[in-house]
Nanobody, 122 residues
Framework: VQLQASGGGWVQVGASLRLSCTASGRRSLSTGWFRQPPGKEREYVAAINWSGGVTNYADSVKGRFIISRDNVKNTVYLDLNNLKPEDTAVYYC??????????????????WGQGTQVTVSS
């Protein structure tokens, strides 16, 4: 399984971005997004189950970020809205064949993408 993350960029405060994570090699994966701010540890952002019927968010992004998926395209999206400087990070998508016992546990995901940089400037 390979994951390809894309869509990052440099934006100003309040702007929006859409990140994409496209999987190859397997379909219907539970997928999560994590991020690593500069100088900090990786943190959980959001996750979605294989069908799209279950989503989960970190409190820090709830109400601003939306995770969704298109299973025809085998792609998971993360819409980042009302971006803040503290959202600046490398964003990684991760996936697993099973639903993680805890969405926020990075070690529950077997497959990881390469990361895409999001920079929010004030």
């Amino acid at each position: 399984v390979q994951l390809q993350a894309s869509g990052g960029g440099w934006v100003q405060v309040g702007a929006s971005l859409r990140l994409s994570c496209t999987a190859s090699g397997r379909r219907s994966l539970s997928t999560g997004w994590f991020r690593q701010p500069p100088g900090k540890e990786r943190e959980y952002v959001a996750a979605i189950n294989w069908s799209g019927g279950v989503t989960n968010y970190a409190d820090s992004v709830k109400g601003r970020f939306i995770i969704s998926r298109d299973n025809v395209k085998n792609t998971v999206y993360l819409d980042l809205n009302n971006l803040k400087p503290e959202d600046t990070a490398v964003y990684y998508c991760a996936a697993d064949q099973s639903r993680p016992l805890r969405w926020s546990a990075a070690d529950m995901y077997a497959y990881w993408g390469q990361g895409t940089q999001v920079t929010v400037s004030s």
